[in-house]
Nanobody, 118 residues
Framework: QVQLVESGGGLVQAGGSLRLSCAAS????????MRWYRQAPGKQRELVAG???????NYADSVKGRFTISRENAKNTVYLQMNSLKVEDTALYYC????????????WGQGTQVTVSS
């Protein structure tokens, strides 16, 4: 059973920074992609950033230039460095691991809360 454990959330003032971590119970190279999603109250879950096995990354337009996704293979950990945080970044942030099997298989962490105050 794959487990993903997020950490690093908290309360920060607008303009501040946080780094989220997602520790996997198995090699992150087992997955085709590792992604960060977020869900704000009353809103749908949205993709924030992703990194594929080959290392390419992608970001939501709303976080480009402010957030950086990275990985540390030896620790089976994926990070999300969040800078210049805005109040609208407040959400529950989830780590996701994707397997390109048929059907697709997704694994999710329990989420870590990020609250940005004005």
């Amino acid at each position: 059973q794959v487990q993903l454990v997020e950490s690093g959330g908290g309360l920060v003032q607008a303009g501040g920074s946080l780094r989220l971590s997602c520790a996997a119970s198995t090699s992150i190279f087992s997955f085709n992609a590792m992604r960060w999603y977020r869900q704000a109250p009353g809103k749908q879950r949205e993709l924030v950033a992703g990194i594929i096995r080959g290392g390419s990354t992608n970001y939501a337009d709303s976080v480009k230039g402010r957030f950086t996704i990275s990985r540390e293979n030896a620790k089976n950990t994926v990070y999300l460095q969040m800078n210049s945080l805005k109040v609208e970044d407040t959400a529950l942030y989830y780590c996701n691991a994707l397997l390109h099997t048929t059907p697709l298989i997704d694994y999710w962490g329990q989420g870590t809360q990020v609250t940005v105050s004005s």
